[in-house]
């Protein structure tokens, strides 16, 4: 099943941050606390403006997203959680 | 008896969400959940911009639909309910 | 007395919504709850746009239209109590 | 003492709704109810719209209008209550 | 001491309303209630407009203005209490 | 350390208000309360307007300013509390 | 790490405000309130107009802000809680 989200939605699926340390070694957030990012599943066309013109997505398919912890909406997708939230959302893309 | 919905709202019926495992098998959600799904009765002819101009809808009669838990205002037609949601709460098309 | 509504606004009287069954026999909805069916009994001009020109109105007199349940403000005119809603408030014509 | 409402206000004076039955008998309606309908008594010069044009008013002095039950301030000028109110307040124009 | 008020604003001192009866007797509003009239004694330069362009006042020093019982804020100048309202909280001039 | 205010940001020191009587003497206003006046410390470059362009600003260092008793949000630059309001936020300049 | 703020969206890293003398000596803020400054460590690509234009950035990487206690998002960034705000959060730039 795949989810074409309509204008300037996002959908996002939650992934744990991963710290690395100066050696390299790698520590998981602490669990318990819904992480607050995600990679980007999928994104519409972009934003109808008020000029009536289409404004393309600033993000894209596989981008790693940093959001605010009560943004989007969640739904289940086959059984799966993820969430829907707009472009507007987004605070940030992280870059590896 | 059939609704003309106006501008851009969309006359939606809730259908249950249907997953399939690996090996075919079709999974129903856990029942008593209102399914956040459903299927396009009804479209406008698109919302009335700011310009004046009609912009048409990105949804059309027979989409299945994503949309939040409390999305649209839920009528009585003919003794089944439906629900008339805006484009603007649907969050997604699900594409088969 | 007649009413002329001004600008984007709308008289409506609540009525019955009636089912046919498929045998053609009429069954009334549940009596008690208020109809969220009426039919518009005057129209204003339409609705002033911000570009200072007036948008005709999608709904005319007779049309049997659909509204959310607390929708418009009920008025008495001539001992009978009618709603004035905006065209925005309507859902949906009924085609019958 | 005269009243020159500023921009889309309009100044009413509440009155009693009269019906008449079928045989010409005027019934007031029920006491204790503060009436919707009023006489305007005074009208602005028209709304400033947003690209600064002035929009004529759409009542006139005399009118007989119909409003919401918690529509307008209410004045008291020269002893007497009146409501004032803006255009936007006024649901409709009563046609005798 | 001279206060110019920004763009829209407006100095008003509350005055007390005058009555005058038929005969020529003036009578004073019950006292207790703050008085919904005021001078005008300094006005802003306009409101500036969406499109940039400043809106010359509709009001000027010296009128009577009539406005509602919340309208501005109380400030004290030079010991005295002078309201400091936006043209659009004064509902109307009252011309003698 | 000096700050430069963004856009239409106004830094403001309260300052007692005076009053001078007719024959010359100054009263300072009863202590206790927090003065609605003050000095503009620094100004924005100005509000970027809707269509993008800058509009100056209407006040100017040194400006003895008047403003409603919330405005403004608190901030202690080198242990010295001051004020950062919106040129919005100013009801008007005192000119001695 | 990075992340690349979306429009204009500001990542600003909080610091202690300090203070010095006129004798040159540096008096850090009490402990116990969170300081109101902070450095810009990303800045987004500016804010999407109303016309669609991108309005370019008025504060930039290294600047050190002032902002409303409650401005922002707090988020963790590889176990550094950093805040996202938008530039219109931002009060003003401190110019050492």
Redesign the interface.
Known sequence: ???????D?V?VKRVE?E??TASGIV?P?SAGEKP?QGEVL?V?NGK??????V?PM??KVGDRV?F??YAG?S?????EEVL?MR?ED???????
């Open positions: 099943m795949k989810i074409r989200p309509l204008h939605r959908i941050a710290r690395t520590i957030d607050d999928a519409g109808i403006q008020d000029n009536g013109e404004r600033a993000v940093l605010g912890k909406q739904v289940k997708v086959e059984g829907v472009e987004i605070m940030g893309v992280i870059e590896a």
